[in-house]
């Protein structure tokens, strides 16, 4: 069984700052792509970046230039550091997985709250 455990959410200010971390648990083999998706009510998750086990990094371009993932491949962790934090992050984010069990697939954790005050 794989678990990703989320942490690090909460309310802030505009222009604010926040780190969410992502912790990945159980029996597996490898982890490939890391990454952060986020979710509003009434809308589709969103990819917000992503990164790799080279350390390759992606972006939505919303949160080019405001956010920065990275990863401890030894401790199979992911954050996601947050600067100048505006009122439309606000959303549900949620950590994502590939992992190598007896297959490739995908996995999410609970999800965790952001929430930006103008």
């Known amino acids: 069984q794989v678990q990703l455990v989320e942490s690090g959410g909460g309310l802030v200010q505009a222009g604010g700052s926040l780190r969410l971390s992502c912790a990945a648990s159980?029996?597996?083999?490898?982890?490939?792509?890391m990454g952060w998706y986020r979710q509003t009510p009434g809308k589709q998750r969103e990819l917000v970046a992503t990164?790799?086990?080279?350390?390759?990094?992606n972006y939505a371009d919303s949160v080019k230039g405001r956010f920065t993932i990275s990863r401890d491949n030894a401790k199979k962790m992911a954050s996601l550091q947050m600067n100048n934090l505006k009122p439309e992050d606000t959303a549900v984010y949620y950590c994502?997985?590939?992992?190598?069990?007896?297959?490739?697939?995908?996995?999410w954790g609970q999800g965790t709250q952001v929430t930006v005050s103008s």
């Open positions: 159980g029996s597996f083999f490898s982890i490939d792509s």
């Open positions: 990164i790799t086990s080279r350390l390759t990094t």
């Open positions: 994502n997985a590939e992992v190598l069990t007896t297959s490739w697939r995908d996995y």
